[in-house]
Nanobody, 122 residues
Framework: QVQLVESGGGLVQAGGSLRLSCVASGRTFKSYTMGWFRQAPGKEREFAAA????????FYVDSVKGRFTISRDNAKNTVYLQMNSLKPEDTAVYYC???????????????WGRGTQVTVSS
């Protein structure tokens, strides 16, 4: 079992930045593929970004490429999502996710956090 706890959400103006963090419990964090998903009001949850267990490979949905950066610190059991040039359409609850398998498309992780709200005002 892996428990995931997100933090770092909040209210920001369009064009601003936020960094989300997700701390994972357990000793096997370094073996997990980690990801971030988001769910906007009235919409389905969608994939945003993922990172391989070693951090070498990263994956993004087209709408965040060039603006968001996913990274991880295996010594701290933490994955990050740096979000720059935020837009009102980035407003959503952001969920951290983990899976023991290598990245696969579509990415369907086994473990989920409870989410953190990101609101971007225009």
């Amino acid at each position: 079992q892996v428990q995931l706890v997100e933090s770092g959400g909040g209210l920001v103006q369009a064009g601003g930045s936020l960094r989300l963090s997700c701390v994972a419990s357990g000793r096997t964090f370094k073996s997990y593929t980690m990801g971030w998903f988001r769910q906007a009001p009235g919409k389905e949850r969608e994939f945003a970004a993922a990172i391989s267990s070693t951090g070498v490979r990263t994956f993004y949905v087209d709408s965040v490429k060039g603006r968001f950066t996913i990274s991880r610190d295996n010594a701290k059991n933490t994955v990050y999502l740096q979000m720059n040039s935020l837009k009102p359409e980035d407003t959503a609850v952001y969920y951290c996710a983990a899976d023991q398998r290598p990245y696969h498309d579509p990415f369907i992780p086994n473990y989920w956090g409870r989410g953190t709200q990101v609101t971007v005002s225009s």
